[in-house]
């Protein structure tokens, strides 16, 4: 089913007319309302007058993750704080969030474009929808919650974690669709299956997973053990959050992304050149509608390509594939985003550590697991006694989890034992499997 008919299926022509209109008058405002996007434009030396085509797109210089930071928290608004009903954030590269804000029809769209995806995934009002995505500053729990209730089903909010609870809902309450991280689909299969739960046999029907990269054997995975079809969902906060686009249940090959409120491009991520439709790259996005963040090419560092092919599910807009990977040192563990630099701030703070740290990613069944392995400082008298030892290694797992939220197991290890780079410095190691 299509919930906008009109603006999911709008004839090409017809759509890039529209785009063109939102974009001259988010350039405008961008350019009249945040000090940032004035300088850049003029340090480009382009005008809003001067986007006289969505070619032209290309003349406006990026947007990048460090500008976010330079403006850390609400620089970049295009409107006053009293315009703002809406805040989340996702990791910085460093401990700085990136803040994102929302006016009340930002939410309003971000909801409609929610329901869009979930009726993509053929679902209605009669369906029942146990959310797992997190909810609080990250964008999944809330953002997906609110399009539940717009499409009219019944959303349970059940945030993620707290497996045995989530499995019993499953049970009793019977939902016909669930939303989680796909490798969280197959921890609770995995754990329901340990529990003697009958996996194959709950209601769901249909799973709208997203958040990290998966692949198509996890999907044949996931859709065995719990007997559903699943489907992927794409978002970044920065961008709206989740339902910046979604596969839908026809086609089953690339996730229409909502034309009629974000420009895409895909750029070399080493030139920044344009290239042209079908070859990969790095996503860049332009929100056309948003009030309060918009955001003007924003290099995602997703890596993917795009297809404009017409889909037998009749919707108009460009698909993308799934994300192949990223151009920056992005790691997504357990659904959360962690820069390496994230955990080097927390490391160097420690007067008994050197900056010699390595990440190691790997797999404990379904679950990524991340461990930091850190040199002692050689000027420290060593080697460490045991106690003091793990006195370090938990502190500094504790600080990981209370600035970036995610477990890890720090080991301390003796200066040298860390292979040194020739160039750059290579600073994790993933063993996660590629399929
Ligand atoms: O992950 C929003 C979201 C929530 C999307 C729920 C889908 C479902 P961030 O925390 O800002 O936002 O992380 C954004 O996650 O740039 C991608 O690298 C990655 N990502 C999101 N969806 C997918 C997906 C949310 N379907 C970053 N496949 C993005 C691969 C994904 N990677």
Redesign the pocket.
């Known amino acids: 089913m299509i919930y906008n008919e009109e603006f999911e299926t709008l004839p090409r022509e017809v759509l890039e007319a529209l785009q063109l209109k939102r974009l001259q008058q988010v350039v405008q405002r961008v350019y009249h309302t945040v000090g940032h996007y004035r300088a850049a434009f003029d340090e480009a030396g382009v005008k809003p007058d001067d986007i006289k085509s969505l070619a032209d797109l290309a003349r406006l210089p990026f947007t990048t993750k460090q500008d976010l930071r330079d403006n850390y928290p609400f620089g970049l608004f295009a409107v006053p704080m009293s315009s703002v009903v809406r805040l989340h954030a996702?990791?910085g590269t460093t401990g700085r969030a990136?803040v994102v804000g929302y006016t009340k029809r930002d939410i309003d769209i971000w909801s409609e474009l929610m329901a869009r995806c979930f009726a993509a995934a053929g679902l209605n009002k009669n369906d029942i929808i146990h959310n797992a995505?997190g909810y609080g500053l990250?964008?999944?729990?809330l953002?997906?919650h609110y399009g539940a209730e717009r499409l009219g089903a019944s959303v349970i909010p059940m945030s993620g974690g707290n497996t045995k609870r989530q499995l019993m809902i499953l049970q009793d309450f019977g939902p016909t669709a669930i939303?989680c991280?796909?490798s969280y689909a197959l921890n609770l299969a995995e754990q329901g299956r340990a529990m003697g739960v009958d996996m194959r046999n709950l209601k769901l029907r249909v799973g709208?997973?997203?958040?990290?990269?998966?692949s198509d054997k996890m999907r044949d995975d996931i859709e065995s053990a719990l007997n559903i079809k699943a489907l992927?969902?794409?978002?970044?906060?920065?961008?709206m959050?989740?339902?910046?686009?979604m596969e839908c249940i026809e086609g089953l090959s690339g996730?229409h992304i909502f034309e009629d409120h974000f420009l895409t491009e895909i750029i070399d991520p080493e030139t920044g050149a344009v290239l042209p439709c079908g070859e990969k790259g790095e996503?860049v996005f332009t929100t056309i509608t948003k009030e309060a963040f918009p955001l003007i090419r924003f290099r995602?560092?997703?890596i993917t390509t795009l297809n404009i092919a017409p889909c037998r599910c009749g919707r108009t807009h460009v698909r993308m594939d799934?994300?192949m990977g990223?151009s920056d040192d992005?790691l997504?563990i357990r659904?959360?985003?962690v820069f390496p630099s994230q955990i080097e701030e927390i490391v160097v703070q420690q007067a008994s550590l050197s900056p010699h740290y390595v990440l190691e990613v790997h797999r404990e069944g379904h679950l990524d697991e991340l461990d930091v392995l850190v040199e002692r400082r050689p000027e420290i008298p060593g080697p460490l006694s045991i106690a003091a030892r793990s006195s370090v290694e938990h502190e500094v797992e504790r600080e990981i989890k209370g600035l970036i939220g995610i477990s890890t197991k720090v080991r301390v290890v003796e200066p040298g034992t860390l292979q040194r780079s020739q160039g750059k410095a290579v600073r994790v190691i993933d063993k996660r499997p590629k399929n």
């Open positions: 996702s990791s990136t995505y990250f964008t999944g729990g953002g997906a939303c991280t796909p709208i997973f997203g958040a990290e990269p998966w992927n969902i794409y978002g970044l906060s920065e961008v959050g989740p339902g910046v686009s996730m996503l995602s560092r997703d799934r994300v990223r992005m997504i659904g959360v985003n």
